[in-house]
């Protein structure tokens, strides 16, 4: 990413005082010059940022690693933003989560903008222990012949590559159920082994509750059940099965739920198991909500689903 970030000689003046307090404060309006034959005179600033801030990757990664268009407007996008990590949200697994807040102040006439976001960290195959892989992984290809050997070899390059795939599994999966409209965090971007996404508040400041954690009223509980139905339909109608769904991996936010953790989606026609973690996933929610008062038979549900399939 550039590092040209400049304030005006005028603005400077005004704020020696505490220049060394805002390192990475960027430039304000830009004023006239008459010695510049360009209208205006720049000074550099110091650009040294925090133990925890970095500069926003988002212009320094591929295109297609970048979220899907049409982009919510709370996404930052500047060049000039920082990324901020502000604790852990999760451990798991197989990665960590983090929140981070991407922000950018004022520059001239645009006004200051930020967002908070969820920084999933994939860890090596040596730091995590998500023993089930393979079966997730069963009908998945590796392009890059290279990174296939170094995989079977259990490589320092192998394992990267290894972490890196769960990293893109996920962000491919969260693009193309996102598009569908199935309600998933907004995958921001990805790069290398962290996928920045979509942090689901609970309108108050913090983390949504997972649905395991709430006990909603039955009307409630209802409109929970027919969106986590349909967003179950519109993956099985895409040939996909979450694969480990259950009342811990969908967010309860308010009236609405939103479903998470997917590095494990599975085809179901491609994956020999493909309709066993189908029947899995309708077992494990279906359970819940009958506990929870309402009836649902999870066979039923599992046909529904099928229907959409074939």
């Known amino acids: 990413m550039s590092s040209d970030v400049f304030r005006t000689e005028h603005d400077l003046s005004d704020n020696l005082s505490d220049l060394d307090s805002r390192p990475a404060e960027l430039s304000r309006e830009s004023r006239p010059h008459p010695a510049d034959p360009f209208g205006v005179r720049f000074v550099e600033v110091d650009e040294q940022l925090g133990p925890d801030q970095r500069w926003s990757t988002w212009l320094d990664i591929e295109r297609g690693s970048r979220g899907p268009e049409p982009r919510p407007g709370w996404v930052v996008t500047e060049q000039a933003a920082i990324d901020t990590e502000l604790g852990v949200l999760k451990t798991g697994k197989e990665a960590d989560v983090f929140l981070i807040e991407r922000a950018v102040e004022a520059i001239g006439d645009t006004p200051a903008k930020s ?9 090596t195959e040596e730091h995590r222990s998500f023993h089930r892989s393979a079966s997730y992984v069963e009908g998945r290809r590796t392009r890059n012949s290279r990174d296939s050997r170094a995989m079977a070899k259990k490589t320092a390059h192998g394992r990267s590559v290894a972490a890196g795939q769960w990293a893109y599994a996920e962000w491919d999966a969260l693009c193309r159920l996102w598009q569908a409209g199935v309600p ?6 990805v790069d290398g082994t962290e996928l920045l996404m979509e942090f689901i508040d609970d309108g108050e400041g913090g983390a949504a509750p997972r649905l395991a954690q709430v006990r909603p009223p039955k009307d409630r509980l209802e409109r929970y059940f027919e969106q986590l139905r349909g967003a179950m339909r519109e993956l099985a109608r895409a040939g996909l099965a979450h694969g480990d769904l259950s009342p811990y991996n969908v967010l309860a936010q308010s009236d609405r739920i939103v479903m998470i953790d997917l590095p494990q989606v599975v085809d179901i026609v491609g994956n020999p198991k493909g309709m066993d973690f189908l029947l899995r996933d309708c077992h494990n929610m279906a359970t819940w909500f009958t506990k929870r008062g309402l009836d649902i038979d999870e066979q039923e549900l599992f046909a529904d689903l099928l229907a959409m399939v074939f």
Do not use: E, G
């Not at 967002?115 to 860890?123: G, H, Q, T």
């Not at 998933?184 to 971007?189: D, L």
């Open 184 to 189: 998933v965090p907004y995958p921001v971007q």
């Open 115 to 123: 967002s908070l976001l969820a920084a999933k960290r994939y860890r």
